[in-house]
């Protein structure tokens, strides 16, 4: 198996780089904008700002920087090493000697034993642990850059989603603004037939009736809407909750896809990756572990210097300057099996990550099916309620019609009326289900992650 050293470069100055793009042309607009047209919130600019505040974000990117700075030559012991040792022991004290000819020495004395040297060392050979440490630390690298994606993927599809769901109330409440319209044309027509005889109190008192309920499901309507901005807010961490507008040109479209197209994509799926990873770092833990039953060779060189000095000695001063130089070889010839049973565990621990990765590679494929069958699905069901609507549509015009000249009922037409509204909710319901569809889609098959 062979282990890629390439690293996946997701730094501060990536991520920020992501965000200017997904700003788009919207950074060029002209500096004459209006106000209004600057407080309009698109999806890009949700997602610029959330990926600018997000704390997951910021601590992940914190984190693959600690692990860029791991990756280097002496980290993983491929670098010599020198130190640096010495040591100072001064001494005094009182002689008093007396010697068999009547002589002798009564003074103070004083001495100093001073140490120096440099001492270094550097591993020759032994096996190429080295070498593939410091292959591992690129891959500790990668997994941890792969963790910033993630952070930045789960933003992203929080974000859409959110979105998406403002987009899905407002035109749930402009639907409803525009059932309004209906329920105050019959209210005005109900009166209409009582002032010139042709209707009864009763329809009169209904129609208003159903006027008042409809207003007041427009203002719960509303405050669907202001929720769904106080979630979305809370996503990008605003500290200032401006009054976004929300751009409903963008919303609940969606594009068309090819099966094979998303199928060969899902390479990029960000859980895959990580075990393909994972994988490649247990492979070069095998690697080191094999590499233990190799010898290990050596290099220490090392230049001392010592003096001492002593004035109660016949040797007053005694200096020495040594350089040296040694190999040391070591190989391990037993060791009660333990690197035979390190190795067995290596192999078996790449072993599971192998069926992971295959395991993970088949679930991804088969949900990327179902989830392109439901996403078609979504899109046929709301091709069928756009029909639909037209047909409720002109029906409601035409019962209207014959209320106006009273040759239907107020229970006629409050049939069509029905009709027309659970038309209307439907086909949003669809937009919104084709559209959160896509998303999975897209997610399944990692074209929300950046690369």
């Known amino acids: 198996m062979r282990v890629s050293t390439k690293s996946i470069k997701v730094t501060k100055k990536t991520v920020l780089c992501f965000v200017f793009c997904l700003s788009g042309l919207s950074v060029l607009k002209s500096q004459d904008s209006s106000k209004a047209q600057d407080s309009i919130l698109t999806l890009d600019k949700a997602i610029q700002i959330a990926l600018a505040n997000n704390f997951g974000i910021k601590v ?31 001494s005094s004290g009182y002689l008093n000697q007396e010697y068999s000819s009547n002589t ?48 930045i993927e789960q933003v992203i599809y929080d974000i859409m989603r959110s979105y998406y769901n403002i987009i899905r109330q407002q035109e749930l409440y402009d639907a409803l603004k525009e059932q309004l319209n209906y329920y105050e044309e019959r209210a005005r027509l109900a009166k209409s037939r009582l002032d010139i005889g042709s209707g009864n109190r009763l329809d009169v008192l209904q129609t208003q009736s159903d006027l008042q309920i409809q207003k007041t499901q427009l203002l719960r309507q509303q405050q669907l809407i202001e929720v769904g901005k106080t979630q979305l807010y809370q996503l990008m961490i605003l500290k200032n909750k401006l009054n976004y507008f929300f751009n409903v040109t963008e919303g609940l479209t969606t ?30 833990v095998l690697q080191q572990t094999e590499a233990l039953r190799k010898p290990t060779i050596s290099f220490n060189p090392a230049f001392l210097i010592g003096r001492t000095d002593n004035n109660a000695g016949l040797t007053l001063v005694n200096q020495n300057t040594t350089l040296s130089a040694n190999f040391n070889l070591s190989l391990p010839i037993y060791e009660g099996k333990n690197i035979q049973r390190q190795i067995a565990n290596a192999k078996i621990n790449l072993g599971i990550f192998k069926t992971q990765k295959e395991q993970l590679a088949y679930n991804l494929n088969e949900n990327l099916i179902l989830q392109y069958q439901i996403f078609v699905n979504a899109k046929e069901i709301l091709k069928s309620e756009e029909e639909n609507l037209t047909v409720a549509r002109q029906s409601i015009e035409i019962a209207m019609e014959r209320f106006r000249l009273s040759r239907s009922t107020i229970l006629e037409l409050n049939t069509f009326q029905q009709v027309y509204e659970n038309g209307l909710s439907r086909l949003v319901a669809a937009k919104y289900d084709a559209k959160i569809a896509e998303i999975e889609l897209l997610r399944l098959s990692g074209a929300l992650s950046p690369k």
């Open 60 to 90: 992940s990117l914190s984190v693959a920087q600690i692990a860029a700075n791991n990756v280097t030559r002496g980290n993983a012991g491929l670098e010599p090493t020198l130190g640096l040792t010495s040591n100072v022991t001064p």
């Open 104 to 151: 002798g020495i009564s003074k103070v004395f004083y001495g100093n034993v001073f140490n120096a040297g440099l001492q270094g060392n550097y591993i020759l050979y032994n096996g190429r642990i080295n070498h593939l440490e410091f292959t591992r630390l690129g891959e500790l690298k990668n997994l941890a850059d792969l963790n910033v994606r993630t952070n």
């Open 255 to 284: 594009s068309n896809y090819n099966l094979a197209d998303l199928q060969n994509a899902s390479a990029s799926n960000l859980q895959y990756e990580v075990l393909k990873h994972q994988e490649a770092t247990s492979y070069i």
